[in-house]
């Protein structure tokens, strides 16, 4: 069904009146289409953004690296308390019931401790050590060397993993220590302390002496020059883990040893007890260095000027993206005046201008923190420390750059929403 | 079915693209100035008119007001039959990105975006679905004759192109009434030829056309010309 032929309007290619438009509605702008327009117009002048962006960097990174740095150099030990002393962290099963489930099994370290704790960020070595019960068993070398009498000597036996001499900051003076080759098969093999090597009279071991504990022979691998921490060894006889296990009922490791990296000693004992007993963490007792530190050598006055510094760098910044935003405000008014006529809002061009500025100091934000982060590392590296950040810190930094970009495009934004397209599309441009 | 239910044509029953009456426009000031006197004026679809006028004769003030850019001190104007008189900024706002296709004589194109950007920018604030935004922009400049500039910036094109480029522009949201301000002010008689042929070519497809100029060339190209001077406006039997 169709119009009377002589009512048919004229072909043309523009439609006609339609009613259906007539629909008084506000204008609408899409956020896509907003982000769109506000990274093409930074982007349109590349060279002004990276200038503009320059005072957030600078106070970004100038943040980030002083809240870095002093955190770094508070995780750092002095000089004065002993290096030694601030990486070790031992660990031992509590005694006592704690207040977890399962309270009633006391823990136990399990056999691969060492490999376990290996995987802790921080950790240098690892070892596990534990006195071994041989039944009051007398330990002697072979007759044939032994030229006082065949009785043997009540020498402690300790059991040990393969990573206890690098934990314990050892050294041999002759011979190898076992490894997990030896540990896994419980092979007879034992490293002698330098005093229980001088009573059984064995200088050298690459002629594979045996001694005995009790009747039973192990051959002996290596002799112990001397040892920085848990100076027992050094009277002792070691023997891998397993072994002690297989012959002498060892149940469990009784202690762990650990050598950590400078300044990590703290964040490491916190992972160890989870580490070693998942079920029920409480059940294992770490003992960490007490917390000296030269943190309080960096005087507070430094910090808070390096931090009134990064501040001061803020705020120019600050300006600068507000002084850079509204000098294209007034650059780009025929711009505005344009997106008016197409029919944008006074608020759609507000905030574009203040989502560009807001980009702005993001982009500020995200150079500043990552400067920020490298100058920590550089001078930790330089100074031979852990670096030590804490991990909101960054994102903090960047955020913070945004909200500087919003704040600063505050006023412009308004002043490019208040521009009058009239005047505006007379210009030039 | 009945006569009644036979769908009558559009065109027979649609308002004046433009209706003015009693539109006026003063300036606050010591003292007042009138830069508009009371002012009727009507656009059906399909005119071309051109308004004229020497230089502060009040031809900038209408346009303003034709074009929702200014609002008038008194009267009443009636857009594609809405009283605009009645609405909010923001309504008339909406009503101008989609009834209303500016053209003017420092062209506006932005220069970073190519030309079928430019063009497909017009329909960013008027709810045009974003798929379709590239594909009419081409449309519009393969009707003003620019298919072959798509992704020029423009930078790179002549005078006599930018402004069929704005004009494109000025079509690609299908608006009631284009209203071009000096369109030939910044071109040379060669040039603005070549556009004056276009709006011509333009009208004959159906497009209302209101032309603001001082240029005598331009106006009578026009089927109806209004000439202002003082602020008071006097069509001119063509």
Redesign the interface.
Known sequence: MSAPPDQIVDPTSFPMFDPADNKISKPQFSLRDLLAESVAGLLARPGRLALTALGTVLGIAALVATLGITETAGGQVSEIFSELDATVVTAQPDGGGGFGFGNNTPSTIPFDAERRLLRINGVNAAGTKSSVDTGASLVRALPVTNSRNGAGFNLDVLAGSPGLLDAVKGTLREGRWFDHGHNDRADPVAILGPAAAERLEITRVDNLPTVFIGELPFSVLGIIDDVVREPDMLSAVIIPDLTARQMFDLAAPREVIIDTQLGAARQVGQAVSLTLDPVDFTRIRTRVPPETTVGESIEDSIRSLLLILGGVSLLVGALGIANVTLVSVLERRSEIGLRRSLGAAKRHIASQFLLESTATGLLGGLIGATLGLITIVVVAAYQDWTPILASWLPFAAVGLGAVIGLLSGLYPSLRAARIEPIAALRGTG | ?TQLD???????H??P?MQLAGINRIFAGTPPVEALKPTALRIE?GDYISITGPSGSGK?TLL?IM?L??RATDGIYML???DTGA?S???R??????K?G?V?Q?F?L????TVVENVA??Q????SP?KDRTKRAREALE?VGLGHRLDFTPTTLSGGEKQRCAIA?ALVS?P?ILLA?EPTGNLDSQTSEQVMSLFDE?HS???TLAVITHDPDVSARAQRVVRITDGELREELV
Not at chain 2, 110 to 113: A, D, L, T
């Open positions: 079915m036979v769908p009558l044509p559009v065109v027979r649609s308002p693209v679809r900038s303003h074009g850019l200014d594609d039959g809405i609405l900024d923001a309504q706002t909406g009503l101008r990105g989609r209303i500016f003017f420092a506006h932005m220069q970073h975006r920018l017009a960013i604030y008027n709810g974003r009707q522009r299908s009631s301000d333009l497809q159906g497009l």
